[in-house]
């Protein structure tokens, strides 16, 4: 546009001007120094401007080199060419711009008018004067040479750049033009307001005029283009914050939303990332070519402006079938696509799902496939609708190298999905049913994986019925994790049960586990030795006497919630953690009456509550009401307790089992005491028959008594006394017979001629099951039948 003032022509119209920074290199130079020196800018500029001078630059007083005056310089031919010049310092910058025309066409009385019209003359360089209004008074932005918006004579920030940008330029201006003090390079982003529609970066200098007296009279800016530099810069910032901020988690959900953010609203204004459905589920995407169902599913979508556009494919929903097109074909191929609207449109054919792929008032499209290993893992695609420059080839160049970091963070999530899945199945098949149920416990038991990256740990839980309706409820973790700590959880279950079997007390069972896990470790190499432990605990409740005993080695302390409300941690003493060795473990025993809850639980699980115990009781206290009142059950209980995470990701896993003790009906069990006296067989016999008539169970008198006779003459005849004798009914009937002697009942085969020997063999013919345990003295001898109908 041209200035307010018309243009004349006068000595100095056709002024060279050159910008030259502190180290005296030429670093602008403008066409009228072209055409005076005849040396193009490419042969300048880089330079140094000693090397356009005949001889030594002219100094002033005290050696300074001089603001003005004349020089030599020598052009492209090698001729000198005297002209006469002035140097304006930039402030704050370090650069100069100096102005010239040949000598002879200078005077002294014009060369104030020449410097100015010098100034507008040149469109290398924008040069715009504002009055105190910051009203555009003069400038040389008026060719359509120079990068943003039209800027006419009289026009303010606000009538040619939209609101933002014009706002933070006027601010600057406004401060110098208050205080005197200039800046310089400072870049400002330049949108244009009206038609024709842009995006500029340019680097600004002001500083301000004044008139004679030194009062403030309006602004002078010095522009120069910087677009290029800011997109390089933009690009380079995107490709930083893309390898930094691109696969840091090991969710392929979350991977690919940090795709889609690292793209917006910098780089597009919409990007949208679609999976295919295996990906998502840690399988290999199938090989296909062409159009029809991918399989594809829209999983991480962003928008510059306010929530999704409803007219697109929402996230969550899978892509309908793309047609047959070289569009969808390159993108198989690995090829990133670049489209404007027009041509997306002209490409899809007739298919009716187009309008969904494209946004109300996007003009520009780029696709780029997420390529690993010979897989398209999925695609993730930009539209601008805001931003009014297209993509270009750099912006295609830009989104390949993102795609091609975001697939190695997408596959490599795929990958631990289906490692994490695999050992979360293995755990799950190693572990036992989540509840169980027999008419003297019920429990419920959960076991929770880690989040966030973390492996599959050891922990577990287990129910093991015992005889007697006794149960022996155990929680252990293993040490470390992955797919060894697994396998070392399921060890150590086997031989927790196969103890259990024995009737072992939780003392003695934890010390024969301990000298396991010792030989685990034993077996390890060198580097993974000092990895194989465990913690555990082991309790095992008797419904008769509504007690509890249990044994820790290295575990966190129970939680039991009486009837009444109130839960405490069980004082168990605590052991060493399993595999050190050397040290005893001891037991606890309190009472757990009808309608208790006792939880058993792993560290994982403590975790969630801050390491806090108290915490935890409060919350299974408060829980375990609203539990009652409102009827749920124990799994229900379990997984409220389980889920206390708010969310957030957890580093360790985590097992609870809840056990819920009823009572016996109260003329369910009986029992004696005998001396050790021949005599006592039959009244041991008349006893038990007596109180099966009280039951009912008449059917079930000819084995009892034949059990009875034959264990309690053992006792008298081998152990001594006193003999005890106990019935207890439920929906089997188990006879006990106790005595003071250790020595283990051994059933054998008796030979023909033999005399004896034949008893423990008619037991075992003749019941379901039998066996025996040792107690604090002497052992229990115990047989289970089945109630006679």
């Not at 007390?505 to 010792?518: F, I, K, N, R």
């Not at 409740?541 to 966190?556: E, I, K, L, S």
């Given at each position: 546009?041209?200035?307010?003032?018309?243009?004349?022509?006068?000595?100095l119209?056709?002024?060279?001007a050159?910008?030259?920074?502190?180290?005296?290199?030429?670093?602008?130079?403008?066409?009228?120094?072209?055409?005076?020196?005849?040396?193009?800018a490419?042969?300048?500029?880089g330079?140094?401007?000693?090397?356009?001078?005949a001889g030594?630059?002219?100094?002033?007083?005290?050696?300074?080199?001089?603001?003005?005056?004349t020089?030599?310089?020598?052009?492209?031919?090698g001729r000198?060419?005297?002209?006469?010049?002035r140097?304006?310092?930039?402030e704050?910058?370090?650069?100069?711009?100096?102005?010239?025309v040949?000598a002879?066409r200078?005077?002294?009385?014009?060369?104030?008018?020449?410097l100015?019209?010098?100034?507008?003359?040149?469109?290398?360089?924008?040069?715009?004067?504002?009055?105190?209004?910051?009203?555009?008074v003069?400038?040389?932005?008026g060719?359509g040479?120079f990068p943003?918006?039209?800027?006419?004579?009289?026009?303010?920030?606000?009538?040619v750049?939209?609101p933002?940008?014009?706002?933070?330029?006027?601010?600057?201006?406004?401060?110098v033009l208050?205080?005197?003090e200039?800046f310089?390079?400072?870049?400002?982003?330049?949108?244009?307001?009206?038609?024709?529609?842009?995006?500029?970066?340019?680097?600004?200098?002001?500083?301000?005029t004044?008139?004679?007296?030194?009062?403030?009279t309006?602004?002078?800016?010095?522009l120069?283009d910087?677009?290029?530099h800011?997109?390089?810069?933009?690009?380079?910032?995107?490709?930083?914050?893309?390898?930094?901020?691109i696969?840091?988690?090991?969710?392929i959900?979350h991977?690919?939303?940090?795709?889609a953010?690292?793209l917006?609203?910098?780089f597009?204004?919409?990007?949208?990332v679609?999976?295919?459905?295996?990906?998502?589920?840690g399988?290999?995407?199938p090989?296909?070519?062409?159009?029809?169902?991918?399989?594809?599913?829209r999983?991480?979508?962003?928008?510059?402006?306010?929530?999704?556009?409803?007219?697109?494919?929402?996230p969550?929903?899978?892509?309908p079938?793309?047609?047959?097109?070289?569009?969808?074909?390159?993108?198989?191929?690995?090829?990133?696509?670049?489209?404007d609207?027009?041509a997306?449109?002209?490409?899809?054919?007739?298919?009716?799902?187009?309008?969904?792929?494209?946004?109300?008032?996007?003009?520009?499209?780029a696709?780029?496939?997420l390529?690993?290993?010979?897989?398209?893992?999925?695609v993730?695609?930009?539209?601008r609708?805001?931003?009014?420059?297209?993509f270009?080839?750099?912006?295609?160049?830009?989104?390949?190298?993102?795609?091609?970091?975001?697939?190695?963070?997408?596959?490599?999530?795929r990958?631990?999905?289906?490692?994490?899945?695999?050992?979360?199945?293995?755990?799950?098949?190693l572990l036992?049913?989540?509840?169980?149920?027999?008419r003297?416990?019920?429990?419920?038991?959960?076991?929770?994986p880690?989040?966030?990256?973390?492996?599959?740990?050891?922990?577990?839980?287990d129910?093991?019925e015992?005889?007697s309706?006794?149960?022996?409820?155990?929680?252990?973790?293993?040490?470390?994790?992955g797919?060894?700590?697994?396998?070392?959880?399921?060890r150590?279950?086997?031989?927790?049960?196969?103890?259990?079997?024995?009737?072992l007390?939780?003392?003695?069972?934890l010390?024969?586990?301990?000298?396991?896990?010792?030989?685990?470790?034993g077996?390890a190499?060198?580097?993974?030795?000092?990895?194989?432990?465990?913690?555990?605990?082991?309790?095992?409740?008797?419904?008769?006497?509504a007690?509890?005993?249990?044994?820790?080695?290295?575990?966190?302390?129970?939680?039991?919630?009486?009837?009444?409300?109130?839960?405490?941690?069980?004082?168990?003493?605590?052991?060493?953690?399993?595999?050190?060795?050397?040290l005893?473990?001891?037991?606890?025993?309190?009472?757990?009456?009808a309608?208790?809850?006792?939880?058993?639980?792993?560290?994982g699980?403590?975790?969630?509550?801050?390491?806090d115990?108290?915490?935890?009781a409060?919350?299974?206290a408060?829980?375990?009401g609203?539990?009652?009142?409102?009827?749920?059950?124990?799994?229900?209980?379990?997984?409220?307790?389980m889920?206390?995470?708010g969310?957030?990701?957890?580093?360790?896993?985590?097992?609870l089992?809840?056990?819920?003790?009823?009572?016996?009906?109260?003329?369910?069990?009986?029992s004696?005491?005998?001396?050790?006296?021949?005599?006592a067989?039959?009244?041991?016999?008349?006893a038990?028959?007596?109180?099966?008539?009280?039951?009912?169970?008449?059917g079930?008198s000819?084995?009892?008594?034949?059990?009875?006779s034959e264990?309690?003459?053992?006792?008298?005849?081998?152990?001594?006394?006193?003999v005890?004798?106990?019935?207890?009914?439920?929906?089997v009937?188990f006879c006990?017979?106790?005595d003071?002697?250790?020595?283990q009942?051994?059933?054998?085969?008796?030979?023909?001629?033999d005399?004896?020997?034949?008893?423990?063999?008619?037991?075992?013919?003749l019941s379901?099951?039998?066996?025996s345990?040792?107690?604090?003295?002497?052992?229990?001898?115990?047989?289970?039948?089945?109630l006679?109908?």
């Amino acid at each position: 546009m041209s200035e307010r003032a018309a243009p004349g022509g006068g000595p100095l119209a056709d002024a060279a001007a050159a910008l030259i920074d502190r180290r005296g290199v030429v670093i602008g130079w403008s066409r009228a120094a072209e055409t005076l020196l005849e040396r193009p800018a490419a042969r300048v500029l880089g330079r140094s401007v000693l090397r356009l001078t005949a001889g030594p630059p002219p100094v002033g007083g005290g050696g300074v080199p001089s603001y003005d005056g004349t020089v030599d310089l020598v052009d492209g031919s090698g001729r000198t060419v005297p002209v006469c010049y002035r140097a304006v310092p930039l402030e704050g910058t370090g650069q100069t711009l100096v102005l010239a025309v040949a000598a002879e066409r200078v005077s002294e009385t014009d060369r104030a008018e020449a410097l100015s019209r010098a100034l507008l003359a040149q469109d290398r360089i924008g040069l715009v004067f504002r009055d105190r209004d910051l009203e555009v008074v003069r400038t040389n932005l008026g060719r359509g040479t120079f990068p943003g918006p039209p800027l006419p004579a009289g026009t303010r920030l606000s009538d040619v750049m939209s609101p933002p940008d014009a706002a933070s330029t006027e601010a600057d201006l406004r401060r110098v033009l208050k205080t005197g003090e200039s800046f310089a390079a400072h870049e400002h982003r330049v949108r244009a307001a009206q038609p024709p529609y842009g995006d500029w970066a340019l680097s600004v200098s002001a500083v301000r005029t004044e008139d004679p007296q030194g009062r403030p009279t309006g602004v002078a800016v010095l522009l120069t283009d910087a677009t290029e530099h800011w997109h390089a810069r933009r690009r380079a910032e995107l490709r930083h914050r893309a390898a930094a901020g691109i696969g840091g988690t090991l969710d392929i959900g979350h991977t690919a939303q940090e795709i889609a953010d690292a793209l917006v609203p910098d780089f597009a204004d919409l990007a949208w990332v679609d999976l295919a459905d295996a990906v998502l589920t840690g399988d290999e995407p199938p090989k296909t070519f062409g159009g029809g169902d991918l399989h594809l599913r829209r999983t991480a979508v962003r928008s510059a402006k306010g929530p999704w556009p409803a007219e697109l494919v929402q996230p969550g929903e899978v892509i309908p079938p793309l047609p047959d097109v070289p569009l969808v074909r390159s993108l198989q191929e690995g090829r990133t696509i670049v489209v404007d609207r027009a041509a997306l449109l002209r490409g899809a054919g007739d298919s009716p799902h187009i309008g969904r792929a494209a946004p109300d008032g996007g003009h520009s499209f780029a696709v780029a496939p997420l390529f690993a290993r010979g897989l398209v893992l999925g695609v993730v695609a930009v539209w601008r609708t805001d931003q009014a420059e297209p993509f270009d080839d750099e912006d295609a160049a830009v989104l390949t190298q993102v795609a091609a970091h975001s697939a190695l963070g997408v596959d490599n999530a795929r990958r631990y999905t289906r490692e994490h899945r695999a050992a979360v199945t293995l755990q799950r098949r190693l572990l036992p049913q989540a509840s169980t149920s027999t008419r003297v416990m019920r429990t419920a038991g959960l076991y929770e994986p880690a989040a966030g990256g973390a492996e599959i740990g050891g922990d577990w839980f287990d129910a093991i019925e015992l005889p007697s309706l006794r149960t022996a409820l155990v929680v252990g973790d293993v040490v470390g994790h992955g797919l060894h700590a697994t396998a070392t959880m399921g060890r150590l279950r086997t031989a927790v049960q196969t103890l259990a079997d024995l009737e072992l007390s939780p003392d003695e069972l934890l010390t024969h586990l301990d000298g396991l896990v010792a030989r685990l470790a034993g077996e390890a190499g060198p580097a993974q030795r000092d990895m194989v432990g465990a913690t555990c605990l082991v309790a095992v409740h008797d419904p008769v006497t509504a007690r509890c005993t249990m044994a820790a080695a290295g575990h966190p302390p129970p939680l039991m919630a009486l009837p009444g409300g109130v839960v405490q941690p069980v004082g168990v003493r605590p052991g060493p953690p399993l595999g050190v060795g050397g040290l005893p473990f001891e037991t606890t025993t309190v009472d757990m009456p009808a309608g208790s809850v006792l939880a058993l639980y792993t560290d994982g699980l403590l975790q969630r509550y801050g390491a806090d115990a108290g915490r935890f009781a409060d919350d299974l206290a408060e829980r375990l009401g609203r539990c009652r009142q409102s009827g749920d059950d124990l799994p229900s209980l379990a997984q409220a307790l389980m889920k206390v995470s708010g969310g957030r990701p957890y580093r360790d896993d985590a097992a609870l089992l809840l056990a819920f003790p009823s009572v016996l009906e109260e003329d369910a069990v009986a029992s004696w005491e005998f001396p050790a006296d021949p005599a006592a067989v039959a009244s041991a016999r008349e006893a038990a028959t007596g109180k099966l008539a009280d039951w009912g169970l008449d059917g079930n008198s000819f084995v009892t008594e034949l059990v009875v006779s034959e264990l309690v003459t053992n006792a008298v005849r081998y152990a001594g006394g006193p003999v005890g004798l106990r019935l207890i009914r439920d929906d089997v009937l188990f006879c006990e017979v106790t005595d003071p002697s250790n020595t283990q009942p051994r059933m054998r085969r008796a030979r023909t001629t033999d005399e004896g020997g034949r008893g423990l063999f008619l037991i075992a013919q003749l019941s379901r099951r039998w066996g025996s345990r040792y107690g604090p003295s002497g052992k229990t001898i115990w047989v289970e039948q089945e109630l006679s109908a």
